[in-house]
């Protein structure tokens, strides 16, 4: 795969943009121009020109994007073709609604498995208890780990994960994880998305 | 309430310092620096300096801020004082994590019903029909939607809810909501954070 520099904010328009063409834009057209998504998505021409232009060039003058080769090169940078195994620690309502939330597999992330300390929800089919996560771990390739537990746990949470050798964290818990080099945490604050709306 | 300008990025930071005084940061001391905050949260520490600065000024010299006014200060720009209320429209996993998520009314916001079209979610006590959301919204104050209802049907959910004179959307559905001027929509796209831990 060709390497390519991608901003933050630019990388999370990529699964906007694969989703449309997936299941959103359902014209029987060969080709797509960034005109007509930036249109039925809402977002800036010139953002959405920018974007597809860093991942597949610019197009051919007046008709845009073949629609299969830009789904194809969306789906190789984010690297659907390998999917990346994620477990959820916290089988709380978040927990959950994350395991099955049907989204993520489309961006090559699947939800194998989540863990409680919670006898009462544990099924030992979609949630195992905590005490079995290092054995799940040697058993299974596991890139990302979800934490959904309380703020209390969530340290002690992330270090069983790293110490698992999980080097991808997404972490819906309030407070900020201290990691070592090399692992990447993303952060997750739903108070703080819903806080936004409060600006006038 | 002074007005201030702030970024929606410095906006969303605001609950995490609240949260910080309120819970995380636990010494028995008056005043609090920008120094300490940034470390304890692993915040750079120009960026805080300049929040806080936004919202309280420069703070004492050497010893920082008084903790009490400067959490004053948070609520009052956060508005907590002011519950806004919000209603979930989709009592799926998603809508029911939300509804019992308990960050939220530390920031002012409180979820007071959610409703589903589906008769065996509905207890007529946190989850409606879908048919009461008008004569609820004529009875209560709601200031917020949000929506995690799948796609085909978060574009109509969202003309119903500014129908109801609802002015603040939480989009959870994949797709870009059409709203008229004065709507503000925020769009919280799980998939598309999840991707950004794609990235090398």
Redesign the interface.
């Known amino acids: 795969m060709k390497k390519i520099n991608?901003s933050?904010s630019a990388?999370?328009?990529?699964?906007?943009y694969l989703?449309y063409l997936n299941?959103?834009h359902d014209y029987n057209c060969k080709y797509i121009s960034s005109t007509k998504i930036a249109n039925?998505?809402?977002?800036g021409e010139v953002l959405v020109r920018k974007d597809l232009a860093l991942i597949s060039g610019k197009g051919k003058p007046k008709v845009g994007y073949l629609k299969q080769e830009l789904k194809e090169r969306l789906e190789e940078i984010?690297?659907t073709s390998t999917i990346?195994n994620?477990i959820i620690v916290g089988a709380?309502?978040?927990g959950?609604?994350?395991q099955?939330?049907d989204?993520?597999e489309?961006?090559?992330?699947k939800i194998i498995a989540s863990f409680d300390n919670n006898d009462d929800k544990i099924d030992n089919h979609y949630i195992y208890h905590i005490d079995h996560l290092i054995e799940f771990c040697k058993n299974n390739v596991v890139s990302?780990g979800i934490i959904t537990v309380n703020?209390e746990n969530a340290q002690s949470i992330c270090d069983l994960l790293i110490a698992n050798h999980i080097k991808?964290i997404?972490n819906f818990s309030?407070?900020?994880l201290?990691v070592p080099n090399g692992v990447?945490v993303?952060n997750?604050?739903?108070?703080?998305?819903?806080?936004?709306?409060?600006?006038n």
Chains 1, 2 share one sequence.
């Open positions: 991608i933050n990388m999370k328009r990529l699964p906007i989703h299941v959103m039925d998505l809402k977002l984010l690297n990346n994620a709380g309502k978040l959950q609604a994350l099955f939330f989204g993520f489309e961006i090559g992330f990302v703020e991808k997404w309030a407070i900020q201290n990447k993303k997750e604050n739903l108070a703080a998305s819903l806080a936004v709306l409060s600006l």
